[in-house]
């Protein structure tokens, strides 16, 4: 399986930009870059997915390296509500098509 | 739109019982997970599901686990007997497309189970 690689913490301000980084060095060229959260006591929640081109959604950006070996995720202004466990998976092709492998995540803290 | 709705949302019982969990996924999903989470183990996939049919179930602990989907609207997930060591939160996502396509899962807000 292609596995994934991310700061175990990160801290931001309030409406300051937080760059979540994630690296994939054995991504398959089928190999999705999905990206999910887990806000205290809730269950995971989609955020953003991409397969080679940046992508931009409600939530967050995306910003995929041109050789796809790493990927960043931005959130443009942090809230106190972005606070939460942020996982970094890759799916389909080359890695198992229906299962998400959940890391450890990267554990972002926001401060007022 | 109504998202995946797990129940109950807290289960306390004492070792021995059987327990029971139950979601409805998202109208129109094919897919069904059932994940389970502890502090040692982080999420784990236990089984899923495609049009209501097991798939893998490789990631079921053992044998004092099933899972049954008899309907698209109804996935349960049963534990008898159950152990201290199954306390976890139990997830249940559901998504309309395998992943292969880049689709994401929606999932329930869990079952803390506690097992004394």
């Known amino acids: 399986d292609a596995k994934t690689t991310q700061p175990n913490s990160m801290e931001s301000n309030e409406e300051e930009p937080v760059h979540l980084p994630c690296n994939h060095s054995t991504i398959s060229g089928t190999d999705y870059i999905h990206w999910y959260r887990q806000l205290p006591s809730q269950g995971p929640e989609y955020v953003i997915h991409g397969l080679t081109s940046n992508v931009n959604n409600r939530m967050a950006s995306l910003a995929i390296a041109e050789d796809r070996k790493s990927s960043t995720l931005i959130l443009h202004r942090a809230t106190l509500r972005d606070a939460a466990v942020y996982y970094c998976i890759l799916t389909g092709g080359g890695s198992n098509d229906y299962k998400l492998s959940f890391g450890a995540g990267t554990t972002v803290t926001v401060r007022a | 739109d109504a998202g995946v709705i797990q129940s109950p949302r807290h289960e306390v019982t004492e070792m021995g019982q059987e327990v029971t969990l139950r979601c409805k996924p998202i109208s129109g999903h094919d897919y069904l997970f059932w994940y389970r989470q502890t502090m040692m183990r982080g999420l784990e996939l236990l089984i899923y599901?495609?049009?209501?049919?097991?798939?893998?179930d490789s990631g079921m602990p053992e044998d004092r686990f099933s899972a049954k989907m008899p309907n698209a609207s109804f996935s349960t997930l049963k534990i008898q007997p159950s152990e201290p060591r199954d306390s976890a939160v139990y997830f249940c996502?559901?998504?309309?497309?395998?992943?292969?396509?880049?689709?994401?899962?929606?999932f329930g807000d869990g079952t803390r189970l506690s097992i004394l």
């Open positions: 996502a559901s998504s309309p497309w395998d992943l292969r396509t880049g689709q994401p899962q929606h």
């Open positions: 599901f495609n049009n209501n049919v097991p798939i893998d």
